[in-house]
T-cell receptor, first 109, second 114 residues
Framework: GQNIDQPTEMTATEGAIVQINCTYQ??????LFWYQQHAGEAPTFLSN??LDGLEEKGRISSFLSRSKGYSYLLLKELQMKDSASYLC??????????WGAGTKLIIKP | TAGITQAPTSQILAAGRSMTLRCTQD?????MYWYRQDLGLGLRLIHY???????GKGEVPDGYSVSRANTDDFPLTLASAVPSQTSVYFC?????????????FGEGSRLTVL
């Protein structure tokens, strides 16, 4: 199987903050990527990290630690429309994306 | 623009029959990919093409074939379908001049093999 792991499901409250963690193990690494996928729809690109640290884009932030094989996606000011699956993936030494199974995020009012 | 168009949206197929899933993009992206998505598993790469005229095998290529005669089209063929090929299939493309790893996906083709 793929050496990438993320929680299966998380629940959060509208207006709050949620952090979705992702861990991976690979000998070749060319970046970490987060995608959003609403039920029955196609995945869409959210954020990427190539170097260690935090990338911020509005309500969305993503963090990477290459030495720890760890990333997280931070979603702030949660809205009901943020209910979706969030897919973590890393680019391997062949420049192909290896995908986690996704974290289903449920937002409650 | 349409982006990536997949057809059919869904299909029920008898085991042993052949089937071609169509994928067309209008973004002039060089690289194209076929993935399958199954419950509890991450997207798995079936085949890919870095540029027109070339193709490569992904993680799960057995039972599938592809061709890339031009930049826009990347059909996926199941020569003799089996029930384990029941899945949602996504075609995707990427632009080498953009963010590496940013893929643009089609809406998916849901295939059921009975």
């Amino acid at each position: 199987g793929q050496n990438i792991d993320q929680p299966t499901e998380m629940t959060a409250t509208e207006g709050a903050i949620v952090q979705i963690n992702c861990t991976y193990q690979t000998s070749g690494f060319n970046g970490l990527f987060w995608y959003q996928q609403h039920a029955g729809e196609a995945p869409t690109f959210l954020s990427n990290n190539v170097l260690d640290g935090l990338e911020e884009k509005g309500r969305i932030s993503s963090f990477l630690s290459r030495s720890k094989g760890y990333s997280y996606l931070l979603l702030k000011e949660l809205q009901m429309k943020d209910s979706a699956s969030y897919l973590c993936s890393y680019m391997d030494s062949n420049y192909q994306l290896i995908w986690g199974a996704g974290t289903k995020l449920i937002i409650k009012p | 623009t349409a982006g990536i168009t997949q057809a059919p949206t869904s299909q029920i197929l008898a085991a042993g029959r052949s089937m071609t899933l169509r994928c067309t993009q209008d973004m002039r992206h060089n690289a194209m990919y076929w993935y399958r998505q199954d419950l509890g598993l991450g997207l798995r790469l079936i085949h890919y093409s870095n540029t027109a005229g070339t193709t490569g095998k992904g993680e799960v290529p057995d039972g599938y074939s592809v061709s890339r005669a031009n930049t826009d089209d990347f059909p996926l063929t199941l020569a003799s379908a089996v029930p384990s090929q029941t899945s949602v299939y996504f075609c995707a493309s990427s632009d080498g001049s953009g963010v590496a790893g940013e893929l643009f996906f089609g809406e998916g083709s849901r295939l059921t093999v009975l």
